[in-house]
Nanobody, 121 residues
Framework: QVQLVESGGGLVQPGGSLRLSCAAS????????MGWYRQAPGKQRELVAS???????NYADSVKGRFTISRDNPKKTVYLQMSALKPEDTAVYYC???????????????WGQGTLVTVSS
């Protein structure tokens, strides 16, 4: 059983900062790409940022320059540092990772349960 557990969400004022963490646990042989998605009320889930096992990153245009994704491979953890937060960043943030449990199994996509980020004064 593999799971992703997010933490770090909460209420923050506009212009503030927040750091999300997502730790993978269970039967894990290898983790490929990891990422953060978000879903605002009434909207589709969208990619926020992703990072490969080698550290290459990709960001949505709406968060470039404000958010930073990073990962700690030995800890099987991915982070999302969010700065200069705006009310439109309010959403449930989901962690995502491509994980294989053994050498011979293919990578499969795993999702966390989500953590709510609310940006409001």
């Amino acid at each position: 059983q593999v799971q992703l557990v997010e933490s770090g969400g909460g209420l923050v004022q506009p212009g503030g900062s927040l750091r999300l963490s997502c730790a993978a646990s269970g039967s894990i042989f290898s983790i490929n790409a990891m990422g953060w998605y978000r879903q605002a009320p009434g909207k589709q889930r969208e990619l926020v940022a992703s990072i490969t096992s080698g550290g290459s990153t990709n960001y949505a245009d709406s968060v470039k320059g404000r958010f930073t994704i990073s990962r700690d491979n030995p800890k099987k953890t991915v982070y999302l540092q969010m700065s200069a937060l705006k009310p439109e960043d309010t959403a449930v943030y989901y962690c995502n990772a491509d994980i294989k449990s053994t050498l011979v199994q293919p990578y499969r996509e795993v999702w966390g349960q989500g953590t709510l980020v609310t940006v409001s004064s």
